[in-house]
T-cell receptor
Framework: DQQVKQNSPSLSVQEGRISILNCDYTNSMFDYFLWYKKYPAEGPTFLISISSIKDKNEDGRFTVFLNKSAKHLSLHIVPSQPGDSAVYFCAASVAGSARQLTFGSGTQLTVLP | DAGVTQSPTHLIKTRGQQVTLRCSPISGHKSVSWYQQVLGQGPQFIFQYYEKEERGRGNFPDRFSARQFPNYSSELNVNALLLGDSALYLC????????????FGSGTQLSVL
C-alpha cells in the first residue's frame, strides 16, 4: 500500500516556465513533508520541506504548497532551468517515528532549453 | 567538508551469498539510516541507528541487519542474498534522533545474479 504517491512518472517543461510536481498521501499521521532531487549516480539531495502547520514554504525559485484536507502537496519551480532536470521525490514522515521517511516513486523532470 | 561516503560503489554477488555495505556519516552527525531503492521506485526505509542503538526498523526480513560503531559509521549486512535484493542501497545521516533532514550518500549498487 503506497502511502505517498507521485502519479506522474515524467514531466517536460520549457526553460523559463513553471514546473509543477504533485504528490498525494494517504496517511493522515504524516506531519512533515520534504522534496528531494536526485541526479543519476548521486544520492538524493534535500530541496525544501514543510511542516503540517503551514500551507506554504518558499526558498528562492522553489515553493512547496500543502493542502491537508486534500492530502496533497505540490512543488513549484519558477523559473525552470535546464539544470533542474532530475528525478524529484516527495517524502513524508510521522512525529515520533524516528523520522523515517516514506518516499513516493519519483517524477522525472526534463527542462528543455 | 566531506559528505556521506559509502563503499563499495558497485557490487556483484550471487544468490545465497552474504554482503556487507559500509557508510561514514557527515562529521558531527550521530544518526545513520539505510534505505533500499529498487529501480523505478522511491527509497524504502530499512534501519535507523542513533548513538549505536537501533531506533527504527522497516518492513524487511531478518536477513537484513546493521550496526553502528562508536565513530558513528555503520554497516548494513544482508545474508542469503536473493535476486530481489538487487537495488541501490542508500545511507543517510542526520544530526540527531528525530531530525527530519537527511543527507544521503551516492549509494552502493548491488546486483545479485
Amino acid at each position: 500500500d503506497q502511502q505517498v504517491k507521485q502519479n506522474s512518472p515524467s514531466l517536460s517543461v520549457q526553460e523559463g516556465r513553471i514546473s509543477i510536481l504533485n504528490c498525494d498521501y494517504t496517511n493522515s499521521m504524516f506531519d512533515y513533508f520534504l522534496w528531494y532531487k536526485k541526479y543519476p549516480a548521486e544520492g538524493p539531495t534535500f530541496l525544501i520541506s514543510i511542516s503540517s502547520i503551514k500551507d506554504k514554504n518558499e526558498d528562492g525559485r522553489f515553493t512547496v504548497f500543502l493542502n491537508k484536507s486534500a492530502k496533497h502537496l505540490s512543488l513549484h519551480i519558477v523559473p525552470s532551468q535546464p539544470g533542474d532536470s532530475a528525478v524529484y521525490f516527495c517524502a513524508a514522515s510521522v512525529a515520533g517515528s524516528a523520522r523515517q521517511l516514506t518516499f513516493g516513486s519519483g517524477t522525472q523532470l526534463t527542462v528543455l532549453p | 567538508d566531506a559528505g556521506v561516503t559509502q563503499s563499495p560503489t558497485h557490487l556483484i554477488k550471487t544468490r545465497g551469498q552474504q554482503v556487507t555495505l559500509r557508510c561514514s556519516p557527515i562529521s558531527g552527525h550521530k544518526s545513520v539510516s539505510w534505505y533500499q531503492q529498487v529501480l523505478g521506485q522511491g527509497p524504502q526505509f530499512i534501519f535507523q541507528y542513533y548513538e549505536k542503538e537501533e531506533r527504527g526498523r522497516g518492513n524487511f526480513p531478518d536477513r537484513f541487519s546493521a550496526r553502528q560503531f562508536p565513530n558513528y559509521s555503520s554497516e548494513l549486512n544482508v545474508n542469503a542474498l536473493l535476486l530481489g535484493d538487487s537495488a541501490l542501497y542508500l545511507c543517510a545521516s542526520s544530526l540527531g534522533y528525530g531530525n527530519e533532514k537527511l543527507f544521503f550518500g551516492s549509494g552502493t549498487q548491488l546486483s545479485v545474479l
